[in-house]
């Protein structure tokens, strides 16, 4: 919320999110009171509650830079896999929003998929033989996963650090 002497050019009372350089890496990011540059933050729109506007900046944010680097256009068929998760989700929502013919997702948990088909989500698939085939694939060598760096679960601040500062090529994999 903006206060009196915020110095943000923003009406006094007016609630705002960050979308800026800012993260978990900076020190007091999880403060309840953090400085930021005017030119970082957005107005939260009237009608939407704080909760909701949390998630905004990095979800639907990467899911609509994802759906505009892939061309994505009304009319079009859109894949986001994870419905369970947050990308996964906004990539859906954005693009049915946005006039898609299909928008479909894709979950390994039957439970995910009837919370999603509950919520309008209609075309999401439980990927039920997707396991067997990746295991097999797996165990043939034929695929391998790509794991960038580990970190001991002891440094999982680190670990963060290097997947967000670092933007590493392939996974940060937490070892206990």
Request: proline share 5%.
């Amino acid at each position: 919320m903006v206060e009196e002497g915020g110095g943000a050019d923003l009406p006094v009372g007016s609630h705002v999110m960050f979308a800026g350089p800012y993260g978990v890496f900076e020190d007091e990011a999880y403060s309840e009171w953090l400085a930021v540059r005017k030119e970082s933050l957005c107005l939260i729109p009237d009608g939407v509650d704080d909760v909701s506007a949390a998630g905004i900046p990095v979800a639907y944010l990467t899911a609509q830079m994802a759906l505009t680097l892939a061309g994505f256009q009304a009319g079009k068929t859109v894949l986001a896999p994870a419905i369970g998760g947050s990308v996964g989700n906004a990539v859906t929502q954005l693009a049915r929003a946005s006039g898609a013919k299909h928008a479909i997702s894709s979950t390994t948990n039957h439970a995910k998929a009837e919370q999603a088909k509950a919520l309008g989500f209609n075309e999401v698939i439980a990927w039920t033989n997707a396991w067997t085939t990746i295991v097999s694939l797996l165990q043939s060598g034929a695929i391998k996963p790509i794991v960038a760096k580990t970190f001991p679960l002891a440094e999982a601040a680190d670990a963060l650090r290097h997947l967000v500062e670092g933007r590493p090529f392939g996974r940060v994999v937490l070892t206990i």
